[in-house]
């Protein structure tokens, strides 16, 4: 089974949120509040409001920059290898995963200029001293290292979250299609040219769409009016031969020609034998692929 990809949880600001907070908080329980670094606590310092500052403010803050700027790297560097599909066994994913260890590992040298330099703001405004910024925040092996458990840690996370999450909705979308497919009403619609009503053979329709609040379908010979709306012949059509492309049309696959890339994530589809065009989102592309990977795997 093939499994269609994207990296669309990647950019949701909430998800980057929750990521910091638990990733802030596993590490301060680590590091900062482990037993033999308690003695901080007890001194003329400590305070709830710093430790309140120090946690939301210099830790939280700043790492969910952090993790913004990796979340961004990992979704550039996926479109940049084309890593939108995975074949669902331990080989292949564990590939899959293994493809993404060098943006992992590199990603310090890019986010470091901005994390480490609102942290030495945080701590030195208005009294800048560039020897100390070089020295205590700029790149370093130490601070490299400081951030290479967390990175990794919270960057696979992510990236099998998201593999969860979409194995998932496919399979929602398969066991909806076959329950689509099981319900299906019929192999004929109604329809109606200019003579009259008739029976149209379903088989027989190239495309369907939508214009002027009408619904048209095009077969080899003409062009008929439907009375169902794009919404109900979506439902009543068989799933596999019959994907709906955008909101206005339904193609039949069985005369697709071709597809190319037109921009802003979106596609363009074109009909065998016709001077005809659809423009569909990479979503939907992705299902038209998963639908011809999965046939030609059975």
Request: overall charge neutral; aromatic content about 18%; some cysteine.
């Amino acid at each position: 089974m093939w499994l269609k990809l994207n990296y669309d949880l990647l950019k949701s600001w909430k998800v980057i949120l929750v990521t910091a907070f638990l990733t802030v908080s596993f590490y301060l329980s680590i590091i900062y509040f482990s037993p033999e670094n308690m003695d901080w606590i007890g001194s003329e310092y400590f305070s709830m409001g710093n430790l309140l500052w120090f946690v939301l403010v210099d830790q939280y803050l700043i790492e969910c920059v952090t993790v913004g700027i990796v979340f961004s790297l990992i979704r550039v560097y996926a479109h940049h290898f084309n890593l939108f599909e995975i074949k669902l066994e331990p080989r292949h994913l564990f590939y899959y995963e293994l493809k993404f260890l060098p943006v992992l590992l590199l990603s310090f040298f890019v986010f470091a200029p901005f994390s480490l330099s609102l942290r030495y703001l945080l701590h030195y405004v208005p009294n800048l001293d560039s020897s100390i910024y070089f020295e205590q925040y700029f790149y370093s092996v130490k601070l490299y290292l400081n951030y290479l458990f967390p990175v990794i840690l919270f960057g696979y996370v992510i990236i099998n979250v998201n593999l969860i999450k979409t194995y998932n909705e496919q399979l929602e979308v398969t066991k909806s299609d076959l329950s689509r497919s099981k319900k299906r009403k019929k192999d004929r619609l109604w329809a109606r040219d200019e003579f009259g009503e008739l029976f149209l053979e379903v088989d027989t329709i190239i495309w369907i769409q939508r214009s002027e609040r009408k619904t048209y379908a095009q077969t080899s010979e003409e062009k008929y009016r439907l009375k169902e709306t794009i919404s109900e012949l979506e439902e009543k059509l068989d799933p596999t031969k019959f994907l709906r492309v955008n909101r206005s049309a339904i193609v039949n696959l069985d005369h697709m020609l071709n597809y190319s890339f037109w921009e802003n994530e979106k596609y363009i589809l074109r009909i065998k034998n016709y001077d005809q065009e659809f423009v569909m989102s990479r979503e939907r592309l992705n299902r038209i692929k998963s639908r011809f990977v999965t046939s030609e795997a059975s």
